[in-house]
């Protein structure tokens, strides 16, 4: 893991949306016009345009309504499925440790955005080209923190050395864990992806915010980079397309089959 990274404390967030705004502004991006749909969350999704927004979400505790605000955007893992699935090894990692993509040599085939366990990567269909949030590379790289961390005006947003934001976030999550018993930290090393740059300490369990419990690269992915791209610069580009979809085919089939399976061991024991 890097030795940057990015804590992002939801227990502080009041959903000001500043971070959209900064990042729009730096990244000199257009606003959308997006249709209402009765609520106040401004995006549901990332866009060639959009970066970054915020979630909110609500609920009934102890008969009071309660809100919580989570902030998405790329999580820049270390384990990264864009970067492997990548055919033209558009996306890398920077020295800092930010999640980029090369639009000089992006050819806009969309498999980052598959891929992705996070769905994150978005492609820009005129242009050919995917867009995402690079955590501020131009900005960090010259020692400056990324443009959401410095409009956070509660201090949501924290940017700098891992080590000591993972230390911040376990002395947070003791305090937070008094009124939020559920309150968990998530990206950390050892939790999956060998950690992102981007981590949380969330009121709730992932799924309440609609991230994944434990998100992972899909086997296709790891395929693709380990497997098919070597054996591909010695193939022409038909042979390589066509292993590429068998491996895809069979672990289909193989997917298929062990659900038959265990559809049909499910039954057997709750006959016996």
């Keep these: 893991m890097a030795n940057l990274s990015k804590f992002i404390d939801t227990s502080r967030c009041t959903a000001c949306r500043g971070c959209q705004t900064a990042c729009k502004n730096w990244n000199q991006l257009p606003a959308e016009i997006l249709e209402f749909k009765g609520y106040l969350q401004t995006h549901e999704d990332t866009s060639p345009q959009t970066f970054t927004y915020v979630v909110m979400k609500e609920r009934l505790k102890q008969e009071k309504m309660d809100w919580l605000f989570l902030k998405r955007q790329c999580m820049h893992c270390t384990e990264a499925a864009c970067e492997k699935v990548c055919p033209e090894n558009a996306i890398f990692h920077t020295a800092e440790g930010a999640v980029v993509v090369d639009r000089e040599k992006c050819i806009g085939c969309g498999y980052c955005a598959q891929y992705c366990p996070f769905g994150i990567p978005k492609i820009n269909e005129k242009e050919k080209k995917m867009y995402k949030c690079h955590l501020c590379s131009d900005r960090i790289s010259n020692n400056l923190q990324p443009a ?15 080590n000591k934001l993972v230390a911040e976030a376990k002395k947070r999550l003791a305090e937070v864990k008094k009124q939020y018993p559920n309150a968990n930290l998530y990206g950390l090393d050892d939790q999956f992806l060998q950690g992102t740059g981007v981590f949380y300490l969330l ?8 991230l994944p419990a434990k998100p992972a690269i899909p086997v296709v992915a790891s395929i693709w980079q380990d497997v098919i791209q070597p054996i591909g610069k010695m193939l022409p580009v038909g042979v390589l397309g066509a292993i590429f979809a068998s491996a895809v ?24």
Excluded: V, W
């Design 148 to 162: 959401c961390a410095t409009t956070c005006p509660l201090g949501a947003i924290r940017f700098g050395e891992r």
């Design 249 to 272: 085919s069979n672990r289909i089939m193989k997917n298929n089959h062990g659900d038959h399976h265990e559809s049909e061991g499910g039954e057997e024991h709750g006959q016996q």
């Design 203 to 210: 009121l709730e369990e992932p799924e309440f915010y609609g």
